[in-house]
């Protein structure tokens, strides 16, 4: 299964500059298309043979799945607006749409999960038990296959554009496929007699749903709050900036997250004696050579190493 979402990934994005921000933003409209498409007909699955066989397990399963459809409309929001002109009012661009969005969906999740420990908890108190069947059974089989396949597609894609947000949309697809696995133990119980499984499988799967809503608002309120830049970006900016004629050191990095588009400010130390159209041109360098990798707004502050001799580099 993982080698042919593998191929399949490779092949949507072979012959395309995955280096420009606009080949970039097709391969993830791609992956949203099939999130999308793929979680209308999970959820559509689970919500007929959770109603059929009156699981609440299966049915706050197809509610998962239908929350996915957010997301993966999330992300085809932050793609689609990746590409949008930065406009007076916004001069960075609207990348962090996306993060806003996590935010409400993030919300939304959490309240599911509440409602759905809720009702776990009446049906166990008013002693109401799913009528399991084989054909649900076998449903949340195929969804279980469909949701690892789409977990390995995504995540193939995002590592192959270097992409957090497809890397998130994967996982995601794999909290899926492990809620799905709680139902799928819920109802095999049930099928032997063993009704009670339902609702307590329901109130874990409803805690998971919690928990990937709890996890979603933090990461998007730390988005937007502004985060550290990752520990490989900071030292590889560096690096890069280092390996032009006429740097002798470079150091605090900062960089601006506006999604799909980044600013890096960088300090970078030159001869002090040099003039100021000298320095300019080497600012210029690193600029170009480190957005050329990193495909960003580059801004170089210039600090001068008064005491530095020829000799030194």
């Not at 309240?111 to 759905?116: D, E, P, Q």
């Not at 949309?169 to 139902?183: E, G, M, P, Q």
Request: glycine share 8%.
């Amino acid at each position: 299964m993982r080698n042919l979402a593998d191929r399949i990934a490779e092949k949507i994005t072979e012959n395309r500059d995955l280096r420009k921000p606009s080949e970039r933003s097709r391969v993830g409209i791609i992956e949203s298309w099939v999130g999308v498409g793929g979680n209308v007909f999970l959820a559509l699955l689970k919500l007929v043979f959770g109603l059929l066989t009156n699981s609440i397990a299966l049915i706050a399963d197809a509610v998962h799945s239908a929350s996915d459809i957010f997301s993966s409309l999330v992300v085809l929001i932050g793609f689609l607006l990746a590409g949008k002109k930065a406009d007076s009012e916004h001069p960075h661009g609207h990348g962090r749409t996306e993060y806003l969005a996590g935010l409400v969906i993030g919300l939304m999740l959490i309240g599911a999960g509440g409602a759905f420990v809720y009702a776990a908890y009446n049906r166990l108190a008013g002693e109401i038990f799913a009528t399991p069947s084989l054909a649900s059974i076998v449903a949340v089989i195929a969804a279980i296959i469909i949701k690892e396949f789409m977990y390995f597609f995504s995540s193939r894609l995002g590592s192959l554009i270097d992409s957090e947000t497809l890397e998130g949309d994967a996982w995601h697809h794999r909290s899926d496929s492990l809620s799905s696995a709680l139902v799928l133990i819920a109802l095999i119980g049930g099928y032997f007699g063993l009704y009670l499984l339902d609702a307590f499988f329901a109130i874990a799967i409803a805690l998971f749903i919690i928990f990937t809503g709890i996890r979603i608002v933090r990461n998007s309120c730390s988005r937007l709050l502004g985060t550290a830049p990752a520990n490989d970006l900071e030292e590889g900016a560096v690096d890069r900036a280092k390996e032009i004629n006429g740097v002798i050191d470079a150091h605090r990095l900062e960089v601006h997250d506006y999604g799909s588009w980044k600013v890096l400010t960088i300090h970078i130390e030159v001869d002090g004696r040099l003039s100021l159209e000298e320095a300019h041109e080497i600012a210029q360098k690193v600029e170009d050579h480190v957005c050329n990798k990193y495909h960003c707004d580059t801004i170089v502050h210039l600090d001068p190493a008064e005491d530095f001799t020829p000799s030194e580099q």
